[in-house]
């Protein structure tokens, strides 16, 4: 069945970009998660279109064979959403990739899924705009991802995640129809117009559409930053220092937390950094112009003060480099913390309520004790949003299924303290288990609308707990 399909496939679309070789199957096997690592999955054959045309003609094919069809961008997902679990056919929308039109008059701009966070920034740069979403895989991801993820990372606290600035998309359902929310020709900033189905399909997770056009907002790019990084002898202080900063009437750009063994692994890789190894290190990044920047700085460092016992903070832009260089290695440090280890992702990306933050890192702590498993965490703390970083020997079996029951404990955790399971990187198959808990008949609702666009269940079966 599947040679037939390939063979109408290379019909319509260029027989160099219809792959089926075994070698390039495997690559398309895995994304960023652990359960990928652990279990690839292999498509029968990958589609790379370049066109709204192209994708549509893939999915008008897979209805007809009633087969599975899995849109996929950088494959940096950590969940296993781009992995094709079922076989089929992977849709790579990496060569969608160009910037239409920047609408610089209206804030706006025009692109295809494909491209990538950091290309579509370094375009709009002379421009002095800017797409602020900023995942920490921003150099890798696309727009077509984040979308259909509704990615967030560092300045989400005070910018928000991607929903804030999708204005409309094109979409090719999973029925084959091409549809354009937020109206056809509109450049309106704003619109209550009939059902959001942008904000429908943003985080979606390419069930109930793939995004083969996006118009985005943007927003003016600030001239200056400054940097506020201080450590607390407890994480205790240290949340309360995070309230002190908001009551003192500064939303920061930013707001990270690195616990003692985050700080541990920065300062194994980097000695140079030399930073306090105390419960808690907080980093507060502002924005704005420079004199704006110069103020918030002081009003950070001077609401700080009863709570912390060491400041250091700039609005120069080679110190503030320097300050922010702690948080932006410590993904790739603490990997250090065990030799011979490497970090895995899985219930990296909890959010509790801002006031169960202590708790829930002190919890965790003693869950990763208890299995005697080495994990630095880290964060979007402004938000609540933790990153945890368990260090394992992939190799060693027992200390794999360790692991796997240490995050299934994180991720309860997470939902006890009222919170949720995953803030940033998504469903797919890894919180499928958790999405009747966190979401009660809602998740009716959601396998209801599901049936309803996509009846055929072509698009990304398997995910999200939707049906199979
Ligand atoms: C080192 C690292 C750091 C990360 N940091 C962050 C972070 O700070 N914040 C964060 O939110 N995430 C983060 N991530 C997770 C991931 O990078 C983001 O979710 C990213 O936006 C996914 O983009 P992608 O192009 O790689 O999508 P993929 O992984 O290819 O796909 C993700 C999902 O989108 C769907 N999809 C992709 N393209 C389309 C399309 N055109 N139409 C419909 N569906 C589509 C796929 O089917 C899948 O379900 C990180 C990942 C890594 C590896």
Request: aromatic content about 6%; glycine content about 8%; some cysteine.
């Amino acid at each position: 069945m599947i040679e037939k399909i390939i063979s109408e496939l290379q019909r319509v679309i260029d027989k160099e970009r219809v792959l089926w070789r075994k070698t390039d199957m495997m690559t398309y096997a895995y994304d960023a998660s652990f359960a990928t690592q652990l279990e690839p999955k292999e498509p029968e054959a990958v589609v790379i279109p370049l066109s709204t045309d192209e994708v549509q003609a893939c999915v008008q094919l897979a209805n007809k064979y009633q087969v599975p069809l899995y849109p996929r961008g950088a494959a940096t997902g950590q969940t296993g959403g781009a992995v094709p679990i079922k076989g089929g056919i992977v849709l790579d929308m990496s060569k969608m990739d160009r910037i239409i039109e920047v609408d610089d008059e209206n804030f706006q701009v025009i692109v295809e899924p494909g491209i990538i966070q950091a290309n579509l920034n370094a375009a709009l740069k002379k421009y002095g705009l800017f797409f602020p979403p900023d995942p920490g895989s921003s150099k890798m991801c696309t727009v077509g991802g984040m979308i259909s993820n509704n990615s967030s990372g560092l300045r989400a606290v005070k910018y928000g995640v991607t929903r804030q600035y999708v204005l409309g998309l094109e979409i090719v359902l999973p029925t084959g129809e091409v549809i354009v929310t937020g109206g056809e020709k509109s450049r309106a900033l704003k619109s209550v117009s009939g059902y959001d189905l942008a904000h429908l399909m943003i985080g979606s997770e390419g069930t109930l559409g793939i995004v083969t056009r996006i118009r985005l907002k943007l927003l003016p790019l600030p001239p200056a930053r400054g940097i506020v990084l201080c450590s607390f002898p407890k994480i205790e202080q240290a949340i309360e220092g995070v309230r002190a900063v908001y009551h003192s009437g500064i939303i920061p750009s930013a707001i990270e937390i690195m616990d003692i063994y985050a700080t541990r692994a920065a300062n194994k890789m980097r000695p140079d950094l030399n930073l306090p190894e105390t419960e808690a290190l907080l980093l507060f990044e502002v924005d704005g112009n420079k004199d704006i920047v110069a103020l918030q700085v002081k009003t950070i460092s001077e609401a700080l003060k009863s709570h912390t016992d060491y400041v250091k903070f700039s609005d120069d832009p080679e110190q503030c480099e320097n300050l922010w260089q702690s948080r932006k290695i410590v993904g790739a440090a603490v990997g250090n913390l065990k030799p011979g280890g490497i970090r895995v992702y899985g219930g990296e990306d909890i959010c509790v309520p801002f006031s169960r933050l202590p708790e829930a890192i002190r919890r965790i702590h003693e869950i990763t004790n208890s299995y005697n498993i080495v994990c630095g965490i880290y964060g979007h703390v402004g938000d609540g949003n933790l990153h945890t970083a368990p260090i394992i020997d992939i190799n060693n079996q027992q200390e794999v299924e360790k692991a796997k029951q240490m995050i299934e404990e994180i991720h309860h955790l997470a939902i006890e303290l009222g919170g949720t399971t995953t803030a940033e990187h998504g469903v797919g198959i890894v919180r499928a288990p958790y999405m009747e808990i966190e979401h009660g008949q809602a998740l009716d609702v959601m396998r209801r609308l599901k049936k309803t666009l996509d009846p055929n269940n072509i698009l990304n079966p398997g995910k999200m707990a939707l049906p199979t």
